[in-house]
């Protein structure tokens, strides 16, 4: 339940968010290769990774109350009614690809220059269950162009002192949370209502909706 505002109002009661969970299992294999020929270095690798996460995560599925003052709760007139409703958990796994190969090549004594090239890929889930009204549901994007390019130079003017410069294009994966919530709240797998307390089927405070961890009904909003 809570009383006026998020900033500056209060609540009292079980969280929102919870009850929620998230377990996460990480394989790796990775390996590189030096070849030393001369003045140069030419190393190449590859980094292979598969992520799993198990969440279980359902928001308002308590139900939760939304007061707008006191006055207004000691009367029982809230303002609105939030419940989720669909399937708690859900499994996400997503493998990860990238391999790279760089020359590292010293032009003088005191003075080196490496130039590299790296690609990644992540492989995100997709979805099993769409939400007919929206078709976009039914495809996780993925980012397939992450090729990045790194040069680098050392110098060494004297003993005591080293210079780098570096420029490099860098990507990261994302969470696998953003791929969970982008599979589960397409209106299908989950669904948030809410609800006035004039509208038809609403509760009367401080009755709460039965809970429905079942697949719903596909929603336009």
């Known amino acids: 339940v809570r009383i006026g505002s998020r ?3 209060f609540s009292f009661g079980g969280s929102d968010l919870f009850p929620r969970s998230l377990a996460e299992d990480r394989w790796q294999w990775s ?3 030096s070849l030393r020929r001369g003045r140069r270095v030419i190393k190449t690798g590859f980094d292979i990774q598969r992520s799993g996460d198990t969440s279980l995560s ?10 707008n003052n006191l006055r207004d709760f000691a009367n029982g007139r809230y303002q609105m009614y939030t419940q989720a409703s669909g399937i708690p958990e859900v499994r996400v796994t997503s493998p990860y690809y990238g391999f790279f190969v760089q020359d590292e ?3 003088r004594r005191n003075l080196s220059m ?3 090239l790296r690609y990644e890929l992540q492989d995100l889930q997709q979805p ?6 929206f078709p976009q549901t039914g495809l996780m994007r993925e980012d397939r162009n992450n090729v990045a390019p790194r040069v680098g130079l050392t110098w060494s003017p004297f003993s005591r002192l080293v210079v780098r410069a570096n420029y490099g294009v860098y990507h990261a994966p994302l969470p696998l949370q953003v791929n969970s919530v982008g599979l589960t709240d397409n209106g299908v797998l989950r669904v948030l209502r809410v609800f ?3 509208t038809p089927g609403a509760p009367e405070y401080p009755a709460v909706l039965p809970a429905d961890t079942s697949l719903q ?3 336009p909003g």
């Open 128 to 133: 099993s269950v769409s939400n007919p009204a």
């Open 114 to 116: 490496n130039v590299g």
């Open 105 to 107: 090549i010293r032009l």
């Open 196 to 198: 006035r307390r004039e």
């Open 7 to 9: 900033n500056a109002g």
């Open 31 to 33: 390996d590189n290769l």
């Open 58 to 67: 359902l928001q308002f599925v308590n139900g939760a109350y939304q007061f």
């Open 217 to 219: 009904s596909a929603t």
